[in-house]
């Protein structure tokens, strides 16, 4: 749910605008992947700790998440919110971001010297003089909802300075602080650990639980099979395969710290045969635009089935995480053409040195490889194309895909929708970016052409893409292969005051706000006639506004007024008394 706060007549506007083409269409311009630089640009400046008391973390860079690396480490915070929270080094606020979501409340802090940007997230309290600045912002633009870049004159900050309180804001469940450290000059995400390593500990060595060994499709037999083998790492008989052609090795694993519960991702991980390094995969640093190729260092198949991240060393031809993988296979495929043994090791590393080894055989045998049948018209990775089949168009743009892939097409009646349910492509093919899907509706026969949507059919639930109707089709861009169809959203946002008998009381008013399919675009709350900043929390679906004596007179009843608007420009209003 993104929110903004704007004013009526601005919302007035926009509904007439609601989504709009070129909102849209920003989805076909490529972003340029720069070269990455190898290693952090300042790697042994000293950065002051964030806390006073022992540094742990709950999370490590480059955890392997959904869609995402881990762009920072988290430290935790005693279970607590409202610890002070200390700059790294002397510099500037380069940027301030307040959401519901996301971030929550973060600060962006440039370091000139260093060529560094340190940041911290989910905080729950500015120090005043950010906090000034900030809220002179939002009122000025009666929004909660913010995201300021700061020129390098405007608040200055040194090296151990109070900047924050922590806190638990934005996409955060639990209290911790999300730090980040990234290359000033391209923006990159660096692994924060190596400047705190000193101040925290660390012996345990990252552990493998599994081994899996995935066939090449039509190249490879594993076990007899043109799918994978798993092997359970707990088991005390040695790790073994029978394989022929081309193969990919893959590991499930986690790493592990001192003192702690938590698992992380492991940083560093390779693959030797025959006692030949032949791949080696490092995560100490990417760019954000190429953060999704993470789907490529795993079994996507997998992952989206069983939720599991087998990391294999398969690479694809595109080979968008060029510098964190290194391999002198061909696409990270094994090559057993021989009937003998290859003695393999996987090799994991943390920060800290700390290493396992597992090792495991693949006996060459040769064995019959079975035939993967391929549908669907052939779109290349480096190539625009489009597929037009009766009542859908697809158009593929440069690195939607990884590789080149075959995308299969088909379609199904259902009387729910206004047009068929199309599956496309297979759910196993990861995506680089979006692509744009234009759908003929059957029956058009809805006045108000906002309200048609796209979605996803999901086994459980639906998701809803921000969707443009022009001449009898609904066009939107998606970021994944599976079923698609179209439907409307017809229905408004849920306003639902939470206590509102205890509002003058606790001094504070709550609405639990809502939508049932497209998602909240904006919400106005008024006091009085007028605008009072409620703030918003995602994760629970709530806002909320401090009563302030000096927005709101004591002594007497009020009323609140909350209105929102949907992304289908479905409207709501609620008003309700209060005394305070
Ligand atoms: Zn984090």
Redesign the pocket.
């Given at each position: 749910m993104r929110i903004r706060l704007i004013t009526n007549a601005i919302v007035l506007l926009l509904l007439t605008a609601c989504s709009s083409t070129n909102d849209l269409r920003n989805n076909e311009q490529e972003k340029e992947l720069k070269p990455l630089a190898q290693r952090a640009p300042n790697p042994t400046a000293s950065l002051h700790r964030p806390f006073d008391f022992p540094l742990v973390l709950s999370?490590n860079f480059g955890e392997l998440r959904a869609n995402h690396f881990?762009?920072?480490?988290?430290f935790k915070t005693q279970g607590e919110i409202g610890k002070s929270i200390h700059c790294a080094y002397d510099g500037y606020v380069s940027q301030v971001s307040v959401s519901g979501g996301g971030y929550g409340r973060a600060i962006y802090v440039t370091h000139p010297e260093i060529g560094l940007t340190t940041v911290y997230?989910h905080i729950e309290k500015f120090a005043t003089k950010i906090d000034s600045v900030v809220r002179a912002e939002q009122y000025r633009r009666e929004t909660f909802a913010i995201n300021l870049n700061l020129p390098a004159d405007s608040i200055l900050v040194s090296k151990g300075e109070i900047i924050a309180l922590s806190g638990n804001s934005g996409h955060s469940f639990g209290p911790?602080l999300?730090m980040e450290v990234r290359d000033i000059e391209t923006g990159d995400a660096i692994d924060p650990l190596p400047y705190f390593k000193s101040l925290l500990v660390d012996t345990d060595a990252p552990q493998a639980l599994e081994l899996a060994l995935y066939p090449d499709k039509n190249i490879g037999s594993v076990n007899g099979r043109k799918s994978a083998t798993y092997l359970s790492v707990s088991t005390e008989e040695q790790l073994q395969f029978n394989a022929w052609g081309m193969v990919y090795p893959a590991i499930l694993a986690n790493d592990y710290m001192t003192n702690t519960h938590n698992v992380y991702g492991v940083k560093y991980m390779s693959l030797k045969v025959d006692g030949v390094e032949v791949y080696k995969r490092t995560i100490d640093r990417f760019q954000f635009e190429a953060t999704r190729a993470i789907n490529t260092l795993v079994d996507y198949n997998d992952l989206n089935k069983k939720g599991t991240w087998y990391m294999y060393t398969r690479v694809p031809k595109s080979q968008p995480l060029g510098c964190m993988v290194e391999t002198s296979l061909p696409n990270g495929a094994v090559n057993i053409e021989k009937e003998r043994d290859y003695k393999c090791e996987f090799v994991l590393l943390d920060e800290y040195g700390n290493k396992s080894v597992v090792p495991f055989v693949i006996h060459g045998v040769k064995q019959e490889i079975k035939p993967v049948m391929a549908a669907g018209k052939l779109i290349k990775y480096n190539d625009e194309d489009t597929i037009k089949r009766d009542g859908i168009e697809l158009r593929f743009f440069k690195n939607v895909l990884y590789e080149d892939s075959h995308i299969p097409v088909s379609s199904r009646e259902d009387s729910k929708y206004y047009s068929h349910i199309y599956s496309i492509g297979d759910n196993a093919i990861p995506l680089g970016r979006t692509y744009r899907i234009a759908i003929d509706i059957k029956n058009d026969i809805v006045k108000d052409k906002r309200k048609y949507q796209i979605i996803r059919v999901g086994k459980n639930s639906n998701r809803a893409y921000k969707s443009l109707y022009k001449n009898g089709q609904v066009i939107a861009y998606v970021d994944r292969f599976g079923d698609f169809t179209v439907t409307i959203d017809d229905k408004s946002p849920q306003l639902v005051p939470v206590n509102p008998n205890k509002w003058g009381e606790v001094g504070k008013i709550t609405y639990r706000i809502s939508d049932n399919l497209s998602g909240i675009k904006h919400y106005r709350g008024e006091i009085d006639g007028k605008w009072v900043m409620f703030e918003a929390d995602t994760k629970n679906s709530i806002i909320t506004y401090k009563l302030d004596s000096e927005e709101v007179k004591r002594g007497q009843s009020h009323e609140v007024k909350l209105f929102s608007v949907d992304e289908c420009c479905n409207e709501s209003v609620i008003t309700n008394k209060f005394y305070w």
């Open positions: 999370g881990h762009s920072g480490i988290d997230a911790h999300h």
